[in-house]
Every structure is written in C-alpha cells, then in structure tokens.
C-alpha cells in the first residue's frame, strides 16, 4: 500500500519528506474504502462472512473469500485503486482552487 499512497502522494504534488506523516491519516481511508467496495460485490451471506472475518482481524481468511466470491478480483481491485486515486487527486485540486478562491477574497 505504500508504494500506491507514494506516487499518489507524488501526483498530488506533494514533497518525498511529507510522505510519512499524510500515510498516517490517508492509509485508514483507503483500507476503509477499500473494504466497502470489496464487500458491495458480494452476497447478503458473504457480506456477513467477511464482516466476521474482519472483525476476528482474519485478513488472510477474508482474502481468500474476496478471492471467492469476486470472480474478477484482481482486475477488481485495481479498478479500486483507480477510482480512489481519481477521487483523491479531485478532492487536492479542488482544495487548491478553493485555498485560490479564498487569497484572491483577502
């Protein structure tokens, strides 16, 4: 995972030294957003299997049930990553326009 939040955090403009400290606050995020799309994709009965799964910290045993129950997984998990890279990059612009829209109201 750090190697995407680094060249996101890259594309994003950010500087190499401030990488550490946006991870801390990003990576929940991702994981978070991450585990909500892989368990849209599933059924009613496999939702509730990968909430146990999560719950018990049983990583590897919810891993092998996205493996299951996700057909395309990997290819899945990409698109994932994408959209999130996508939605991020959004988000920093559109923070920079309204820092922007905010000094030139000074």
């Given at each position: 995972?750090?190697?995407?939040?680094?060249?996101?955090?890259?594309?994003?403009?950010?500087?190499?030294?401030?990488?550490?400290?946006?991870?801390?606050?990003?990576?929940?995020?991702?994981?978070?957003?991450?585990?909500?799309?892989?368990?849209?994709?599933?059924?009613?009965?496999?939702?509730?299997?990968?909430?146990?799964?999560?719950?018990?910290?049983?990583?590897?045993?919810?891993?092998?049930?996205?493996?299951?129950?996700?057909?395309?997984?990997?290819?899945?998990?990409?698109?994932?990553?994408?959209?999130?890279?996508?939605?991020?990059?959004?988000?920093?612009?559109?923070?920079?326009?309204?820092?922007?829209?905010w000094e030139?109201?000074?």
């Open positions: 995972m750090e190697d995407f939040t680094s060249e996101l955090f890259t594309k994003a403009g950010f500087e190499p030294e401030e990488f550490e400290e946006l991870n801390k606050d990003l990576e929940p995020v991702i994981w978070d957003y991450i585990l909500t799309k892989l368990i849209e994709k599933m059924s009613p009965k496999e939702q509730n299997e990968a909430d146990a799964l999560l719950d018990e910290d049983d990583g590897d045993g919810f891993h092998a049930l996205c493996l299951k129950a996700i057909p395309d997984y990997d290819e899945y998990f990409a698109k994932i990553l994408k959209d999130f890279e996508e939605y991020y990059l959004t988000e920093i612009q559109n923070d920079e326009d309204d820092e922007d829209e030139e109201d000074k």
